[in-house]
């Protein structure tokens, strides 16, 4: 079998050698990694407990792979290329032989900071080539990263940071992003006041706002790399880690208040990522791949830094947003640097879409080869303008489903041999075995039918447990159905036998692709002086695929709905982040409840789709006539 897939053919004979020996395909593709030793067995698993270990018995250092071993033929290649916020500002590139001595370096400062294998380390930093170096200097030695998105509040972050017990934190003293600087040390400080855990707090100067920095605790990053060189310590072992040590925890929203850390070991999401990325979008040498994810989010994780890195690739990462200094910069950026591979999100494209050609017709996108999409469903409307105007329908797309719980792509069109079809992520990777189940969890066989997505067997890739709490893992993913892992998503199989994904059928929200629980927003909401109870849905929004809709009960009249909306948005930023501030805030005298209590979301989900026509039964509501109400003043 080879490694890259090359035909629909190969395709369908490797899905269905790994199907009926998952084992010896899995084993037969960790044959193209670089193992200090071998396993001992291939797969040990259920998923009652659930217990996973993938190449158990083997020894590694995924740094090896991402660098050490690309050094000999690869060293002077750019590993990283780096397109600042400013198009003012240089670009910056990071040969394979560069990146290996930055790593190594700061791997020594992290060691020489007392961090040893094991420890947790938060990173919170803007998308600059340091953020890739971080992650792969705790990698490096062994410590297990936490990267929080830029994005997140300094609540969400002390959270996080408690949750993991981290011992270090690494910022910047701030990050660009569009016309806004973000003042990340800041809201560290403010994060740090509840978080013992944390001795030392790394700061790379970035914008060079003025910070505090606390004696003893907070140190630059450039006075600590000059401390490493002039004591001598350059190179930095790789640490020797066994397959199923953990590599990262990555948190992410699911149905309660509580954000899960995702955990992903070392051997099998290194085997998985790298896997996933060379098939999906059939990366050939020397070709410029540029992901427009951030790395606090799991795309950034596995397909900027450990999957394109792991295949020798030349990834590009951009620090700023789509629509700065215009609408134009993506396909500036593409120009620039003739980017043969493109993967970005439906929300990007949406509003680039809304931007207009002005912004699309002088740019040179002849290089691009491959277009990649990731984070939600595409709509039809944006998967032709992306088609057309950006692949001038030479392009596949390649539409990947996939989960930070699954490690990678999971459901997707292998580029140029899998045949494309709007909005759909087409057919399962080798190794995924997929299922349809219905809400008693009875698999649905046949096709033209939906369902609940399940994988029914593991894969190198995916979740290992949620951090310190691994009944959550097992309760979350593995309980609903017996023997399934749950995604969470529903589902249809068309009459091609094509994967088609509808969206969330759980209390999670997808706004611009990131996954915010409405629990989580709830809480915040309602922790807001004269809130008395808030319900939280998604409704569909144009640009953002699903915008947030809430309904608030106050204790009192307000004089100024417009403020209070306000001062409650304001409030959410606080509590998790501007990410999740509600686009729509609903006051409302009371929410349909059931008898028991239960908040009949269904009919409030109806409502804020504009959907009024049918609401379903409504006669075991408590006070049915609160519906009407909420019907009649509806934003
Ligand atoms: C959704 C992002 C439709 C889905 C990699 C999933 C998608 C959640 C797609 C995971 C897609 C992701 N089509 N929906 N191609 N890709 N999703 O953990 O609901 O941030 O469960 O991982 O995004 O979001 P997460």
């Known amino acids: 079998m080879n490694f890259q897939i090359k035909s629909f053919l190969e395709y369908q004979e490797t899905y269905q050698k790994s199907v009926t020996n ?11 990694f670089v193992w200090r030793k071998k396993w001992d067995e291939v797969l040990n698993w259920n998923f009652k407990d659930p217990k996973i270990e993938w190449f158990s018995g083997a020894k590694l250092n995924i740094t090896e792979n991402c660098i050490d071993r690309h ?3 690869k060293g002077d290649q750019p590993a990283i290329i780096w397109e600042a916020n400013d198009p003012q500002e240089h670009h910056r590139i990071l040969t394979y032989k560069q990146l290996h001595q930055k790593v190594n370096l700061f791997a020594n400062v992290l060691k020489n900071n007392g961090v040893k294998k094991g420890d947790r380390i938060c990173i919170y930093m803007p998308m600059v080539p340091e953020l890739a170096i971080a992650v792969l200097a705790c990698a490096r030695i062994g410590a297990i990263h936490s990267v929080v998105f830029g994005g997140f509040s300094a609540q969400s972050i002390a959270d996080r940071i408690k949750d993991a017990q981290c011992e270090m934190v690494i910022t910047a003293d701030g990050g660009f992003r569009g016309a806004k600087d973000i003042p990340l040390k800041n809201v560290i400080d403010d994060a740090l006041v509840q978080c013992p855990s944390v001795k030392t707090v790394i700061v790379l100067t970035r914008t060079r706002t003025p910070i505090s920095m606390i004696k003893g605790r907070d140190k630059w990053w450039e006075d600590e790399i000059k401390k490493v060189e002039t004591l001598g310590l350059i190179d930095c072992e790789p640490e020797i880690m066994d397959a199923e040590d953990k590599l990262f925890i ?6 309660t208040g509580k954000p899960k850390g995702v955990v992903h070991t070392c051997a099998g999401y290194m085997v998985y990522a790298a896997y996933t990325f060379q098939n999906v979008f059939q990366y050939q040498p020397k070709d410029i791949y540029f992901c427009t994810a951030d790395i606090g989010w799991i795309t950034g994780h596995s397909y900027i830094i450990y999957g394109p890195l792991a295949q020798g690739a030349t990834t590009l990462m ?31 494209i949406r509003s680039l879409m809304q931007s207009g050609l002005d912004y699309v017709k002088d740019k040179d996108l002849s290089s691009l080869k491959v277009l990649g999409s990731v984070g939600e469903p595409i709509n039809e409307e944006a998967w032709n303008w992306y088609n057309e105007n950006i692949g001038k329908g030479n392009c596949p797309i390649v539409d990947t489903w996939w989960q930070t719980e699954t490690g990678g792509i999971m459901i997707s069109p292998i580029a140029g041999v899998t045949k494309t079809k709007p909005c759909y992520a087409t057919l399962p990777l080798p190794g995924i075995q997929i299922e349809l189940v219905d809400e008693k969890g009875q698999v649905i066989e046949g096709n033209d039918v939906s369902g609940n997505l399940c994988i029914k067997f593991p894969w190198p890739g995916m979740i290992r447990t949620t951090y310190g709490d691994h009944e959550r893992c097992l309760q979350t993913y593995f309980a609903t159905y017996e023997n399934k892992y749950f995604t969470g998503d529903g589902c249809l199989r068309d009459e091609d036998g094509y994967y088609r994904i509808t969206g969330r059928v759980d209390d999670v929200i997808n706004v611009s692709g990131h996954r915010i629980g409405t629990a989580e927003v709830e809480n915040a909401i309602n922790m807001f002086t004269d809130v008395v109870e808030s319900a939280v849905v998604g409704y569909p929004h144009e640009i953002k695929g699903q915008g947030i809709y809430a309904y608030v009960i106050l204790n009192d009249h307000t004089e100024d709905e417009e403020l209070t909306r306000k001062d409650i948005a304001m409030t959410v930023s606080r509590i998790i982040g501007a990410i999740a501030r509600p686009d729509k805030i609903q006051f409302v005298k009371g929410l349909p409840k059931t008898r028991s209590g239960k908040i009949m979301r269904r009919i409030l989900r109806k409502i804020a789709e504009g959907d009024v026509s049918n609401l379903g039964d409504t006669s075991t509501l408590l006070d049915p006539s609160v519906v009407e109400q909420i019907k009649n003043e509806k934003l």
């Open 318 to 348: 951009f620090e700023g947003v789509p629509t700065y200094p215009d609408a134009g910069r993506f396909w500036d950026i593409v120009d620039k640097f003739k980017v043969n591979i493109l993967y970005t999100a439906p929300t990007a």
């Open 71 to 73: 050094l000999a033929d």
């Open 22 to 32: 998952p084992e010896a395909f899995w084993a037969e593709m960790a044959e193209n």
């Open 250 to 255: 990555l948190y992410t929203s699911g149905s």
